[in-house]
Each structure stands twice: as C-alpha cells, then as structure tokens.
C-alpha cells in the first residue's frame, strides 16, 4: 500500500516502515499526530480510539477506514490518492472516513 502511495507522489509509510510492529492502537495513533500523518487502517478498533480522543479532545490529523473485504489494493490506493489531493491536511484533524 505504501509503496503505491509513493509512487503516486504520496508521502505514505507502513508501521513496518516506521518500525512500529506491535505497537498499541494508542501509540500508532500518538505516532502519527508526531508526523502529523493520517492513519489509514483496516482495523475497526480505531474508529473507536478516535471517538475516545475526541471526548477527551485530543486531537489527530484523521483516521481513513476500509473494511479488509469491501475494496482491493488498486482501489484504495486511488482513493487514497484522491484524498491526498482534494482534502487540505487542517480540514482533515479529527476527521474519520469510510472508503
């Protein structure tokens, strides 16, 4: 996934690539507002953990879900993309979106 974002002129990493294999929900998501990065994720639990931040308004520079079955590669990648090149990155903290 990643590696197409790149190719794509996206600045995009895997947890792999940042080293981050294992790490909790929380501290993925604390790792990306450090980069100021968004999560893009197939793991629900997310969803959930942006909610929790939001109540106790800590901020995030958003969360984009798909659902492991609803798309493949090739489909999130383009709309990956197009969220990459229609959303400015301030309009997008605390957003969630479904793919």
Known sequence: MAAGL??????????????????????QLEYAVGEQAVIFTHDADF??????????????????????????????IRRLKEIADVFDPDDFKNHIEFL
């Open 6 to 27: 790149k190719r794509r002129d996206v600045n995009a990493w895997s947890a792999l690539d940042a080293k981050n294999l294992g790490l909790t929900d929380e501290k």
């Open 47 to 76: 969803l959930q953990l942006a909610h929790e931040w939001a109540e106790h308004k800590r901020e995030h520079f958003g969360v984009v879900y798909v659902h492991q079955e609803k798309l493949g590669l090739g489909e999130c």
